[in-house]
């Protein structure tokens, strides 16, 4: 309740100003100095490459070589990102590296708050509850309990007032400047809030502030005099603050002319009950032309990203699994066709809905 009151008392603070004086050129004067992108911190760059190769031996079924390469990873950065030391854990499972995988479940425990989603993966299907318990016992606090608390309040203010734009707009943007000033406040004293400082969200992905840069971006798409995000968040990726597919993401919504093209890249499934599995299951890309594909693959090299083949396998892997690893990389679209079509309706519907795409083939590389 008090949160809230502070909230709204902000909000009504910087809302009464003069629209005029509310712009983003408070944000654009911060003091972050920040150069165009250079993922050049070789540590970094590392952890990607290693934790790429453990998620490509996920695929695999190798679960050894996955755990091995987690390993390695974790070595080459301050804090490595929740979804990787979750995928550890699962690794090591599977693997039978029991030791290995209850370090990286203390690890998960010590940096989140809520543990819903962990304990229901894991307890009764991996480890039962005496174990789970004995984690809970030696939990330590390993981020910063006030810091985190601030941003889950950044989140709540963002989220005042929307959807309500014909009347509180100019309240909304208010809010998202005060947001967006903060965050590069932190950059400036202590770096990108991140993992390090706010340890893990349940979900295991991102953190509550990454709402704020998702309108940023999607405002600067039609309003240039926005900041850029592109310098602060190269810099929260060459220091391992930032996930890199995150950080393509909100630079293509920021739809910017005058930079080269993020790929996004997206994959579909289209379901229906008539239908075959082969149909069902049919994992459909981008279809990207040669050069398209190598400029995307360049980009996402500059960003330490996926490449695009990578990303098709991972998602291949996931739609046949049913075990919950989490990759950052994939972002498959399921559209379920209404369920009244008959078959030969399905089967128009399915034709017309991936007649721009290409078909994923494990055998073949993408840009072939």
Same mark, same amino acid.
Not at 76 to 83: D, L, N, Q, T
């Given at each position: 309740?008090?949160?809230?009151?502070?909230?709204?008392?902000?909000?009504?603070?910087?809302?009464?100003?003069?629209?005029?004086?509310?712009?983003?050129?408070?944000?654009?004067?911060?003091? @972050?100095?920040? =150069?165009?992108?250079?993922?050049?911190?070789?540590?970094?760059?590392?952890?990607?490459?290693?934790? +790429?190769?453990? !998620?490509?031996?996920?695929?695999?079924?190798?679960?050894?070589?996955?755990?091995?390469?987690?390993?390695?990873?974790?070595?080459?950065?301050?804090?490595?990102?929740?979804?990787?030391?979750?995928?550890?854990?699962?690794?090591?499972?599977?693997? +039978?590296?029991?030791? $290995?995988?209850?370090?990286? /479940?203390? =690890?998960?425990?010590?940096?989140?708050?809520?543990?819903?989603?962990?304990?229901?993966?894991?307890?009764? @299907?991996?480890? *039962?509850?005496?174990?789970?318990?004995?984690?809970?016992?030696?939990?330590? @606090?390993?981020?910063?309990?006030? /810091?985190?608390?601030?941003?889950?309040?950044?989140?709540?203010?963002?989220?005042?007032?929307?959807?309500?734009?014909?009347?509180? *707009?100019? =309240?909304?943007?208010?809010?998202?400047?005060?947001?967006?000033?903060?965050?590069?406040?932190?950059?400036?004293?202590?770096?990108?809030?991140?993992?390090?400082? /706010?340890?893990?969200? !349940?979900?295991?992905?991102?953190?509550?502030?990454?709402?704020? /840069?998702?309108?940023?971006?999607?405002?600067?798409?039609?309003?240039?005099?926005?900041?850029?995000?592109?310098?602060?968040?190269?810099?929260?990726?060459?220091?391992?603050?930032?996930?890199?597919?995150?950080?393509?993401?909100?630079?293509?919504?920021?739809?910017?002319?005058?930079?080269?093209?993020?790929?996004?890249?997206? =994959?579909?499934?289209?379901?229906?009950?008539?239908?075959?599995?082969?149909?069902?299951?049919?994992?459909?890309?981008?279809?990207?032309?040669?050069?398209?594909? $190598?400029?995307? +693959?360049?980009?996402?090299?500059?960003?330490?990203?996926?490449?695009?083949?990578?990303?098709?396998?991972?998602?291949?892997?996931?739609?046949?699994?049913?075990?919950?690893?989490?990759?950052?990389?994939?972002?498959?679209?399921?559209? +379920?066709?209404?369920? *009244?079509?008959?078959?030969?309706?399905?089967?128009?519907?399915?034709?017309?809905?991936?007649? *721009?795409?290409?078909?994923?083939?494990?055998?073949?590389?993408?840009?072939?």
């Amino acid at each position: 309740m008090r949160i809230a009151i502070i909230l709204i008392f902000l909000t009504l603070q910087v809302s009464c100003k003069n629209s005029n004086e509310t712009t983003i050129t408070s944000e654009s004067s911060a003091s @972050t100095e920040l =150069t165009k992108c250079n993922c050049n911190n070789e540590a970094i760059t590392k952890y990607y490459r290693l934790t +790429n190769k453990a !998620e490509l031996a996920i695929c695999d079924d190798d679960f050894d070589s996955a755990s091995k390469n987690y390993s390695l990873a974790f070595k080459e950065i301050k804090k490595p990102f929740g979804a990787d030391v979750y995928n550890a854990a699962l690794s090591n499972q599977l693997s +039978n590296n029991f030791d $290995e995988r209850n370090l990286n /479940l203390q =690890t998960l425990i010590n940096n989140s708050d809520d543990l819903s989603m962990l304990k229901s993966i894991f307890v009764n @299907t991996y480890i *039962d509850e005496n174990l789970w318990n004995s984690f809970i016992e030696k939990r330590t @606090t390993a981020y910063d309990p006030r /810091l985190r608390n601030e941003f889950k309040a950044i989140w709540e203010r963002d989220q005042m007032f929307r959807p309500m734009y014909d009347t509180h *707009d100019d =309240t909304i943007q208010a809010n998202r400047i005060l947001n967006m000033n903060r965050i590069l406040s932190i950059t400036d004293s202590l770096g990108f809030p991140s993992q390090i400082e /706010l340890g893990y969200r !349940e979900s295991l992905r991102g953190q509550n502030h990454d709402v704020v /840069l998702v309108h940023t971006s999607q405002r600067r798409s039609s309003d240039k005099d926005i900041i850029d995000l592109e310098p602060i968040l190269c810099q929260a990726v060459n220091e391992g603050r930032f996930d890199p597919e995150q950080a393509i993401a909100y630079l293509n919504f920021q739809n910017d002319k005058d930079k080269r093209g993020f790929e996004v890249y997206s =994959t579909w499934q289209y379901r229906h009950h008539l239908l075959p599995d082969s149909l069902n299951n049919q994992i459909w890309l981008v279809n990207l032309n040669k050069e398209n594909y $190598e400029c995307a +693959n360049e980009i996402r090299k500059k960003w330490n990203a996926d490449e695009l083949d990578d990303i098709a396998t991972k998602s291949d892997f996931l739609s046949r699994s049913n075990i919950p690893f989490i990759f950052t990389s994939v972002m498959t679209f399921i559209e +379920n066709l209404p369920s *009244d079509l008959s078959l030969e309706e399905a089967l128009e519907h399915y034709k017309m809905a991936t007649s *721009d795409k290409k078909p994923f083939e494990i055998s073949k590389k993408y840009g072939d």
